[in-house]
């Protein structure tokens, strides 16, 4: 009886005061944008300060780590997260573990990737609820890449957006957009990005962002470059095994999930179409470092909630198929930088590499989770704009979802830079590339170019380069160079840049005049193009005589041109520029392009 009343006692207490008598309140692991009811978004000390939080519960599995500073000196950090506390990435990749980067706010308005992150984190390893997304895996978080832009903070940043309440701004502290910058890497922070990725030469790269554009069903939407540009092996992994996975896993998980597409305004029933990101942007800088990447799109007009946990599930279902199929992943990617090296080691005239892309004509039926919209004449633009009202639209529309290659090249065995131009070889030095200086002069026919270029008179990203915009017309594209044989010559110093090394694509996309953002669209060789000798009208009027009187064809010629092209015959100095070009005084090194490209290494003086 005793025993029976003491257990009885014991039951009432415990059920009076359970927490006293057992153990102290379970920690609050909310992240900041769960505490807030997702109406928020933590600054960056805010997010760094939960981060450390972490780190402290779990310092097994999680490191911080700098890599480098933003224009305005805020540190750029990479959250490593690794079940057994390996953080070297050498031995990571020794042990054939994929690492997966995790890129959230490159545009830094659009931030539910840094809060679905955090949310990840907490689920992988403090709580646990997800601590298998790490059996083989190993995470990079890098919480905000653009963080200047990050704490550009206002109400106001994204017009189009529903929260949260505030948000970063889209461009870093120079105004530039990180994801344009992945190849010409004007920022500081692309400069040390690429060393940041070169050193953990990551196996899977998501970007996570917010969409522009169409209103419709879907809340989550990305984007995966399927053209002709990527490797094979990793285009048919991305295509059947990353796609319908993640399509039904986040289905599943009670999100609408499809492809990032466009709409056009002027009349939806013409198609949608997808994205080709030239090497510019993240994803299609990784098809030049044959890496697997994904572009995340959560849909601008859904709440905030909606979107961190969507994108939450995506990142979920990616790093799932990510562990499952981790030694495809790894063979792969092997397998294409082997590839690389391999096909690089000597010279084949039939070998084509894809540069540039553009959409065919080939369509696939698509059934598109829309919403009503009418189409609407304005008073206000005297244009016509889109109502969108929430009713659900189902319809099958042509998906435009084809690629074909519009620009290819044979490589060379290897390229030389002469020694001057040293933007250029400090930028391949900065993506990474491996190249031997020459040890004294030489010259020789080397393969090149001559270009003639059409500047845009369009400012973009602080540049005029040739080519700012519309890479889903193939019309739009019209090569500038010509392919010559030149006797070049090269001081010592000059870069030799043999293409056995697995960023040959990178390198190719960089030297390649024609590769949509090589150094030449770029504008790091500008000066090439500029006339700088003339002549005076008085030198060059009899010398005009001259060349008239004793050439007959040349005569012919200016008399064609003068009763062809009006604005030439109205123009004194095209006129007598006519003569000038045509002597043995124009400048032959106007639009040559200085880099060569050599078929064999034989007799180049290089270490
Ligand atoms: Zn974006």
């Not at 919480?143 to 701004?169: A, F, K, L, T």
């Not at 905030?304 to 939450?312: A, L, P, Q, S």
């Not at 189902?394 to 020694?419: C, E, G, K, M």
Request: proline share 7%; charged share 25%; net charge negative.
């Amino acid at each position: 009886m005793k025993t029976q009343s003491t257990l009885l006692a014991t039951l009432i207490l415990s059920v009076a005061f359970p927490a006293a008598a057992q153990t102290k309140p379970a920690a609050d692991w909310r992240t900041p944008t769960e505490i807030c009811d997702y109406r928020c978004t933590p600054r960056y000390d805010e997010t760094m300060a939960y981060i450390r939080r972490v780190v402290a519960a779990a310092p097994t599995q999680v490191k911080i780590e700098p890599w480098g500073k933003t224009g305005e000196g805020r540190e750029l950090v990479g959250v490593i997260v690794s079940k057994d506390g390996v953080f070297d990435p050498v031995a990571i990749h020794k042990a054939s573990r994929p690492v997966v980067y995790i890129q959230n706010g490159i545009h830094a308005g659009e931030i539910e990737g840094k809060d679905a992150s955090l949310a990840l984190l907490r689920d992988m390893v403090v709580n646990k609820t997800r601590a298998a997304l790490l059996d083989k895996a190993v995470v990079i978080i890098v919480p905000v890449y653009n963080i200047d832009g990050h704490e550009r903070v206002s109400r106001y940043n994204r017009i189009n957006q529903n929260g949260p309440e505030e948000m970063g701004w889209r461009t870093q502290s120079n105004n530039l957009n990180l994801n344009r910058d992945y190849m010409k890497a004007d920022s500081v922070e692309a400069r040390q990005f690429l060393a940041y990725f070169a050193k953990w030469l990551p196996d899977f790269f998501i970007d996570d962002h917010v969409t522009d554009g169409a209103d419709y069903q879907y809340d989550v939407t990305y984007a995966i470059d399927f053209g002709p540009d990527v490797d094979p092996a990793i285009n048919s992994w991305e295509r059947d095994q990353l796609r319908p996975y993640i399509e039904k896993s986040v289905t599943d998980a009670g999100h609408v999930i499809g492809l990032y597409v466009g709409i056009g305004e002027a009349d939806p029933m013409k198609g949608l179409k997808i994205p080709q990101d030239p090497p510019r942007f993240s994803t299609g800088y990784m098809v030049l470092q044959n890496r697997p990447s994904i572009l995340v799109e959560m849909h601008m007009l859904k709440d905030y909630k909606t979107r961190v946990r969507g994108n939450y599930e995506l990142l979920r279902a990616i790093l799932e198929k990510v562990n499952s199929g981790a030694d495809t992943l790894i063979e792969m990617n092997r397998a294409a930088d082997a590839a690389m090296v391999a096909d690089g080691k000597s010279y084949n005239p039939s070998r084509k590499v894809v540069l540039r892309t553009a959409p065919s004509d080939h369509s696939e039926p698509f059934h598109y989770l829309g919403y009503k919209s009418k189409r609407v004449l304005s008073e206000v633009s005297g244009g016509v704009w889109n109502q969108y009202t929430h009713e659900i639209e189902n319809i099958d529309l042509p998906l435009y979802n084809d690629f074909q290659p519009v620009f290819s090249v044979t490589p060379p065995r290897a390229y030389i830079v002469p020694a001057q131009w040293t933007r250029v070889i400090d930028l391949l030095r900065a993506h990474g590339v491996q190249m031997q200086p020459t040890t004294a002069s030489w010259e020789g026919e080397v393969g090149t170019y001559r270009c003639s270029p059409k500047w845009n008179n369009m400012l973009f990203e602080g540049r005029h380069p040739m080519a700012i915009g519309d890479f889903s017309d193939p019309s739009h594209y019209t090569p500038i160079c010509r392919q010559v044989q030149e006797k070049l010559s090269f001081g010592p110093g000059s870069m030799v840049i043999s293409l056995d090394q697995r960023t040959a694509k990178v390198i190719m996309g960089l030297l390649e005049p024609d590769a949509p953002d090589s150094c030449v669209q770029w504008g790091f060789f500008d000066a090439i193009f500029e006339q700088k000798e003339f002549g005076e009208p008085y030198v060059l009027e009899p010398l005009a005589r001259k060349m008239l009187a004793e050439d007959p064809a040349l005569r012919a010629e200016f008399e064609k041109k003068l009763a062809e092209d009006k604005a030439f015959a109205g123009d004194p100095d095209a006129r007598l520029n006519f003569f000038y070009d045509r002597s043995p005084y124009h400048d032959l090194h106007i639009g040559l392009y200085p880099v060569g490209r050599l078929t064999s290494l034989e007799g180049i003086p290089f270490k």
